[in-house]
């Protein structure tokens, strides 16, 4: 079991920057893939970007060039560095755990945070 909780959203404009934090609780978190998603009103959950237990990273094509995630695994956290954010960024964001992914931490994202709020204003 992993027990993940976000931090650090909130309400800001076009092309400032926000970090995003998830601690995460509980079982073996460095083995595991980790991502973050996010969900706009009205859209389906979405993968904004990823990061293997080697370290590699994959990002949505919407966010390539202006975030990026990393993880200390000393720490057991997890953080999605936004920058030049867009109104269309605005969403809820979900920082997931997958204990036995798919290819390139695709699939079997078994644990989840409860959410945070980023809002965009232009």
């Known amino acids: 079991q992993v027990q993940l909780v976000e931090s650090g959203g909130g309400s800001v404009q076009a092309g400032r920057s926000l970090r995003l934090s998830c601690a995460a609780s509980?079982?073996?978190?460095?083995?595991?893939?980790m991502a973050w998603f996010r969900q706009a009103p009205g859209k389906e959950r979405d993968r904004v970007a990823s990061i293997d237990t080697d370290g590699s990273t994959t990002y949505a094509d919407s966010v390539k060039g202006r975030f990026t995630i990393s993880k200390d695994n000393a720490k057991n956290t997890l953080s999605l560095q936004m920058n030049s954010l867009k109104p269309e960024d605005t969403a809820v964001y979900y920082c997931a755990a997958a204990p036995v992914p798919g290819l390139y931490c695709s699939s079997g994202y078994d644990y989840w945070g409860q959410g945070i709020q980023v809002t965009v204003s232009s």
């Open positions: 509980g079982d073996t978190y460095s083995s595991y893939c």
